[in-house]
C-alpha cells in the first residue's frame, strides 16, 4: 500500500485490463436492464437511427440540394458514426465513476474497469445503429470496396481515446459536478460546426480550415474509408498527434486523482 | 505472513457541500483569494468555506496479526467504518503506512455492489463474475445461496422487489461464501428475522474460524465478547483503548457507552 501513485495507478490500469470478462459483463448488463421490458429491446436503438435518417435524409437533401443516392449514405454513416463513437463516448465517460458508486464504495476493483465497462456498452450500441447505414449502402448499391477496412484503426484509435475520456473527463466531474452540463453543451455545438449533416465540400475553398477541428479529423479517420477515401496525412497527423496529448492528460489527470476518486464519487 | 500494519496512518475526508461542487465557483473563488492575498500583508489562508474537511482516522498505529480477531467500538462517527474502508482498499491515504497481507475479503453492506434492478440470480453470477470464479463454482455457489436464502420464487425477480429482510438474506449469502484470509465486517450482519438470525450466526461462525484476521465493528457487546480476543475502542478517529475483549468492553460499559 506504501506504493507509489505511478505504480498504483499503473498496476490499476493492467488490472482492469485483465478483469474484461467482468467489465464485458457489466457492460452487456447495462444495456440489458437500459432495454429490459421492452419487446424489441436494443433494436429500438436501430428503429430510432432509422427514423431519424430518414426524415432528415429527406428535408437536408432538400435543403442542401442533393441526390437522396449521395446525400443519405453519408448521412446515415455520419449520424450513426457521430452519435456513438464521439458524442456518447464523451458524454457517458463524465458520469462514469459518480454512476458506479455504490459499486465503488463497495469493494476494491480497478477503477478503469468502469472505462472498459462503458467502451464495451457503446461497442453494443454501435453494434445496432450501425444496421442503418448498412442497410442504406445496400439499398443504393454503394459498395466501398476493401478500402474500408482502412477504419479499422481509426476504430481503434476511438476506442483508446474514449478510455482516456474516462480517464479525464471521469474523475474532473465527480470531482465538479457542473462539468457534464457543460460537456453536453459543448457536444451539441461540435455537432453543428462538424461535417455531419452536411458535407465538407459545401464550405467550398474555405473547406481546408476544417482541419482545425479535431472532430472532423476524427471522424474523417473512420468515415472516409468506409465511404471509398483515405484520410489525408494531415488528418492522420493531427488526429494522432491530438490523441497522445489527451491519453497523456488523461493518464496525468488519473495519476493525481485516483486516490482521491472514492471520495469524490 | 496474514497481518495487518499502520504507522502514523492518517485519513483525511473531504466533505463538498454548496458551491465547492461548482467548477466555475471553485475556479472564480480561487481567483478572488488570489487578487485579495496580494492586497493583503503576510501570509495566505486557504478559505475553504464549502469544503468541510474530517480528519476520520487521526495518526493510528496498530498491528493486528494472525489469528487475532478484533472488534472495533466506538461512537457513531469514531471512524471504525472508515477504518474497515481503508483496510479493504477502498479509501486510500498518503498520510503514514498501511500494509495489509493477505487476502481481504469485505461486508460492508447488505447489498455491497448489488444491482437492485437484476434479479437474484443475476446478482449471484456478477458476484460470482466480481470474484473471479469459473463457470462451475458459480454454479455451485448459486446453489448454495440458494439454498441459504430460501427465497424460492424471487430468487427470479428483481432484487427491488425484495423486502429488506429478503435483500439481507441474499446479500448475507452471496457475501459471505468466499474464504478469505482477512475478513472485515461491518454491523450490518445484525438484521433479519429471528430464525434467519440464528442461521446467519451459524454461517458467520463458520466462516469466523476459516479466516486468519477477523476485524469487525459492532454496537452489540455481547457478539463482540463471543467472538473477539481484542477490541479496539476507537474515539474521534483515534484509539481510546486497546487490549483483550472483556477489559476493554468492561472499561467501555463502565464509562457509560454501552
Not at chain 2, 71 to 98: F, P, W
Not at chain 2, 185 to 204: I, T, V
Not at chain 2, 233 to 253: S, T
Amino acid at each position: 500500500m506504501s506504493q507509489s501513485p505511478l505504480a498504483l495507478a499503473w498496476d490499476d490500469i493492467v488490472s482492469g485490463l485483465r478483469r474484461w470478462r467482468l467489465a464485458a459483463m457489466l457492460g452487456w448488463t447495462d444495456i440489458r436492464l437500459r432495454y429490459r421490458g421492452s419487446v424489441l429491446g436494443p433494436c429500438w436503438l436501430t428503429l430510432s437511427a432509422l427514423v431519424m435518417v430518414a426524415s432528415m435524409g429527406v428535408i437536408y437533401a432538400r435543403l442542401f440540394h442533393m441526390v437522396l443516392k449521395d446525400y443519405l449514405p453519408f448521412l446515415s454513416l455520419s449520424l450513426a458514426l457521430w452519435q456513438v463513437g464521439l458524442a456518447s463516448l464523451l458524454q457517458e465517460s463524465c458520469t462514469c465513476f459518480t454512476e458506479a458508486d455504490s459499486m465503488i464504495h463497495a469493494m476494491k476493483l480497478p477503477y478503469t474497469l468502469q472505462a472498459i465497462r462503458l467502451l464495451v456498452r457503446n461497442a453494443i450500441v454501435f453494434a445496432h445503429s450501425i444496421i442503418v447505414p448498412i442497410g442504406v449502402f445496400i439499398l443504393y448499391g454503394v459498395w466501398p470496396g476493401l478500402v474500408s477496412l482502412a477504419s479499422l484503426p481509426g476504430l481503434l484509435l476511438w476506442c483508446v481515446n474514449g478510455y482516456a475520456a474516462c480517464l479525464l473527463l471521469g474523475p474532473f466531474c465527480a470531482r465538479f459536478r457542473d462539468i457534464t452540463p457543460v460537456v453536453a453543451a459543448f457536444m451539441q455545438i461540435a455537432f453543428y460546426v462538424t461535417p455531419i449533416i452536411w458535407q465538407p465540400g459545401q464550405l467550398g475553398a474555405r473547406s481546408r480550415y476544417l482541419l482545425l477541428n479535431p472532430f472532423y479529423d476524427m471522424m474523417e479517420l473512420v468515415r472516409g474509408p468506409i465511404l471509398g477515401h483515405l484520410p489525408s496525412l494531415t488528418m492522420i497527423g493531427i488526429s494522432v498527434g491530438l490523441s497522445v496529448i489527451w491519453c497523456g492528460l488523461a493518464f496525468m489527470t488519473f495519476l493525481r486523482t485516483r486516490a482521491r476518486l472514492a471520495f469524490w464519487v | 505472513m496474514v497481518s495487518i500494519t499502520l504507522r502514523d496512518y492518517s485519513l483525511i475526508y473531504p466533505m463538498f457541500h454548496g458551491s465547492a461542487r461548482s467548477f466555475k465557483k471553485s475556479l472564480f473563488k480561487g481567483v478572488r483569494q488570489k487578487l485579495r492575498d496580494r492586497q493583503a500583508v503576510g501570509g495566505s489562508i486557504i478559505s475553504q468555506s464549502d469544503t468541510t474537511v474530517v480528519v476520520a482516522l487521526d495518526t493510528l498505529s496498530l498491528d493486528i496479526v494472525s489469528g487475532e480477531r478484533v472488534g472495533l467500538i466506538g461512537h457513531n462517527g469514531a471512524g471504525k467504518s472508515t477504518l474497515l474502508r481503508a483496510m479493504a482498499g477502498i479509501y486510500e491515504s498518503s498520510l503514514g503506512t498501511m500494509q495489509v497481507e493477505g487476502e481481504v475479503h469485505a461486508l460492508l453492506s447488505p447489498q455491497a455492489g448489488m444491482n437492485t434492478d437484476l434479479t437474484g440470480r443475476e446478482n449471484i453470477r456478477l458476484y460470482a463474475r466480481v470474484l473471479g470464479l469459473s463457470d462451475k463454482a458459480t454454479k455451485r455457489l448459486e446453489e448454495e445461496v440458494e439454498s441459504f436464502a430460501e427465497l424460492g420464487a424471487f430468487m427470479d425477480l428483481p432484487v427491488r422487489h425484495y423486502s429488506s429482510g429478503m435483500a439481507i438474506r441474499l446479500g448475507f449469502g452471496l457475501t459471505t461464501s468466499p474464504r478469505p484470509e482477512i475478513l472485515l465486517m461491518d454491523e450490518w450482519f445484525m438484521a433479519g428475522d429471528s430464525h434467519f438470525q440464528e442461521k446467519a450466526r451459524d454461517r458467520l461462525t463458520r466462516l469466523i474460524e476459516c479466516v486468519r484476521i477477523l476485524v469487525v465493528t459492532s454496537h452489540s457487546l455481547p457478539i463482540l465478547r463471543e467472538w473477539c480476543t481484542r477490541i479496539i475502542w476507537m474515539e474521534a478517529g483515534r484509539v481510546r483503548m486497546d487490549g483483550p475483549a472483556n477489559l476493554v468492553i468492561d472499561a467501555y460499559e463502565a464509562a457509560g457507552q454501552g
